[in-house]
T-cell receptor, first 115, second 116 residues
Framework: RKEVEQDPGPFNVPEGATVAFNCTYSNSASQSFFWYRQDCRKEPKLLMSVYSSGNEDGRFTAQLNRASQYISLLIRDSKLSDSATYLC????????????????FGQGTILTVHP | DTGVSQDPRHKITKRGQNVTFRCDPI?????LYWYRQTLGQGPEFLTY????????KSRLLSDRFSAERPKGSFSTLEIQRTEQGDSAMYLC??????????????FGPGTRLTVL
């Protein structure tokens, strides 16, 4: 089983649509969770962190369900510029609760927003 | 530009040759990471340094791979006797990490390696 699993898509949606991405992770001790965005042939960039209580940043909402080991990202009112690959990312935690530092990425979900 | 830089951006080599990549992290970032990304996959962790100390190496890092960060600033990743399976994007990232907390990793543009 992969440590972080995502539906690879692709998702093709019209401008203005709402789209949701899901992700599951296997390490129940993980403490830090993120969504990264990667444009074609570019490096990944942090989109947002994911907190236990859920958090929102403009049109983007992230949710975490620790019991189910499930992370989600909701994008409302999609824009053409949202077209990218969205990577679900987990920062594993070692015994004692300290961070390993490394990031574990899902394979990414491709989103294309069309006019 | 004060972001993470990598050199070269592209490298084409023949199977069996050695290649070396360089990463310059954001100034004063104490942690430096190497990842590898193949087409259609997310980046996979290879190794990381805290200052000049290499703290962890992935099982993906075979004995043909070696990484250094001699002065705790820039880092090099060398691949000896390259194989076609080494073709990938090699990404470097850095962070300023204090204690046990997580801090954002900033990625460089990557070095795309093609092994013929």
């Amino acid at each position: 089983r992969k440590e972080v699993e995502q539906d690879p898509g692709p998702f093709n949606v019209p401008e203005g649509a709402t789209v949701a991405f899901n992700c599951t992770y296997s390490n129940s001790a993980s403490q830090s969770f993120f969504w990264y965005r990667q444009d074609c042939r570019k490096e990944p960039k942090l989109l947002m962190s994911v907190y236990s209580s859920g958090n929102e940043d403009g049109r983007f909402t992230a949710q975490l369900n620790r019991a189910s080991q499930y992370i989600s990202l909701l994008i409302r009112d999609s824009k053409l510029s949202d077209s990218a690959t969205y990577l679900c990312v987990v920062n594993p935690t070692q015994a004692g609760g300290t961070s390993y530092g490394k990031l574990t990425f899902g394979q990414g979900t491709i989103l294309t927003v069309h006019p | 530009d004060t972001g993470v830089s990598q050199d070269p951006r592209h490298k084409i080599t023949k199977r069996g040759q050695n290649v070396t990549f360089r990463c310059d992290p954001i100034s004063e970032h104490n942690r430096l990471y190497w990842y590898r990304q193949t087409l259609g996959q997310g980046p996979e962790f290879l190794t990381y340094f805290q200052n000049e100390a290499q703290l962890e190496k992935s099982r993906l890092l075979s004995d043909r791979f070696s990484a250094e960060r001699p002065k705790g600033s820039f880092s090099t990743l060398e691949i000896q006797r390259t194989e076609q399976g080494d073709s990938a994007m090699y990404l470097c990232a850095s962070s300023l990490t204090l204690g046990s907390s997580y801090n954002e990793q900033f990625f460089g543009p990557g070095t795309r390696l093609t092994v013929l």
